[in-house]
């Protein structure tokens, strides 16, 4: 059975970078956000190593590895995302909708069980889920593989299936950072932008519950951005690789990583970006304070 390290968060608290450093283990193969959902037009997409993404050598190999096994794969439509085209239905409903309390989980894994439609497609979802996962291991070598696609319920059907021994890493970050950066890019309020944040935190948490302690590990940005060695060493220890594999240099690696614009380069100095000290109103503080403060208190966020 396969490992599969996943991170969970909300947008804007670093899986990116982490996903670099981690991704930097030669045990650990990784493609970023196996969910494949923000890739725009995918003839001008860029792999992480610069080449467009239909050029890219490693996804061409990819594409030939998986057509071996009868699986016709494209760059354009990798089909692991728990979603369905027509968007709406019950069985995307069933699919995509926010992890929620035990009982409610509890009626979700029921009707997915039940419901032809639902249940056939998960089943599709979770075979071209493990399908890519397999022949990219395979490809890099390695025992583990990392999915930084950050969401909870994609978390859910991921450990839920049994497919894979999932270790969880809970990357968490000043939800004021989170926010200012979920403002500017979606052009929203912060009441928006912190309740986003908080919403997904409290998935995490009902996640929390459903996995064994020891495949959960919590990371904090800051903490990741001041002692990158000592942070990351203690995530291979959790993942199950052994650090002294690492390279020297985690920055140095070739990565071949879907995401968000950082992934076009491998960041050579790693800082903590603070910019919503600066950037943030009081109001705006006042506003996350009402909606989220008591959450990031519990983080350890003053």
């Known amino acids: ?30 493609v970023g956000e ?5 890739m725009g037009d995918v003839d001008q997409y860029r792999c992480s190593c610069g080449e467009l993404i239909r050029s890219c050598g490693f996804w061409r190999t990819l594409t030939e590895r998986l057509g071996e096994r009868s699986v016709d794969f494209d760059v354009a439509d990798f089909g692991t995302h728990f979603r369905l085209d027509n968007r709406g239905d019950l069985a995307d409903r069933l699919l995509s909708a926010r992890v929620r309390t035990g009982a409610l989980e509890m009626v979700r894994g029921a009707a997915l069980r039940v419901l032809p439609r639902a249940s056939d497609e998960m089943q599709r979802i979770l075979e071209r889920n493990l ?12 025992g583990v593989f990392l999915d930084g696609s950050k969401d909870p319920i994609r978390l859910k059907h991921l450990h839920a299936s049994g497919l894979w021994h999932v270790k969880v890493v809970h990357l968490i970050r000043d939800g004021r950072g989170c926010s200012n950066s979920y403002m500017k890019h979606y052009e929203s309020s912060m009441a928006v932008a912190a309740e986003e944040w908080l919403k997904t935190h409290d998935e995490c948490e009902r996640m929390r519950k459903l996995v ?30 052994d650090p002294a594999r690492a390279p020297g240099d985690l920055r140095a690696t070739e990565h071949h990583i879907l995401g968000n614009a950082m992934r076009l380069g491998s960041p050579k100095e790693i800082r903590q970006d603070e910019k919503w000290r600066r950037e943030l109103t009081q109001q705006d503080l006042a506003t996350f304070a009402s909606v989220a403060g008591r959450r990031n208190r519990d983080y350890g966020y003053d």
């Open 34 to 38: 196996l969910k494949a959902t923000s």
């Open 1 to 30: 059975m396969i490992k599969l390290a996943y991170i969970v968060s909300p947008s804007y608290s670093g899986s990116t970078l982490l996903t670099f450093l981690l991704g930097a283990h030669p045990d650990i193969a990784t």
């Open 212 to 241: 064994t302690p020891d495949d959960w590990h919590t990371m904090s940005y800051e903490k990741l951005c001041a002692d990158p060695s000592a942070t990351i060493e203690a995530a291979y220890r959790f993942i199950g690789v």
């Open 131 to 142: 399908a890519l996962v397999t022949a990219i291991t395979e490809i890099n070598g390695a």
